[in-house]
Nanobody, 125 residues
Framework: QVRLVESGGGLVQAGGSLRLSCAAS????????MAWFRQAPGKEREFVAA????????YYATSMKGRFTISRDNAKNTVYLQMNSLKPEDTAVYYC??????????????????WGQGTQVTVSS
């Protein structure tokens, strides 16, 4: 079992930045690829980015590439999402997720085994 806890969400003005964190506990963190998803009200859960167990490979949704950066610190059992140039349409609950095998980077939510409870990000115009 892997427990994931997100933090770092909040209210920010358009053009601003936020860094989300997701702390993992339970099984060995480096055994999992990690990802961020988001879900806006009335919409389906959307893939944001994924990172391999070592951090050596990353994968981004096209609309987020260049503005968002995913990273991880295996010594701290934490994955991060740096979000820059935020837009009102980025408003959503952001979730982190864990997947095995650790080298597989996929965008389908159904592929991920463990999920956090989410953190709210609100971008005002």
């Amino acid at each position: 079992q892997v427990r994931l806890v997100e933090s770092g969400g909040g209210l920010v003005q358009a053009g601003g930045s936020l860094r989300l964190s997701c702390a993992a506990s339970g099984r060995t963190f480096s055994n999992y690829a990690m990802a961020w998803f988001r879900q806006a009200p009335g919409k389906e859960r959307e893939f944001v980015a994924a990172i391999s167990w070592s951090g050596g490979s990353t994968y981004y949704a096209t609309s987020m590439k260049g503005r968002f950066t995913i990273s991880r610190d295996n010594a701290k059992n934490t994955v991060y999402l740096q979000m820059n140039s935020l837009k009102p349409e980025d408003t959503a609950v952001y979730y982190c997720a864990a997947d095995a095998p650790p080298w597989r980077l996929v965008a389908g939510a159904g592929e991920y085994d463990y999920w956090g409870q989410g953190t709210q990000v609100t971008v005002s115009s």
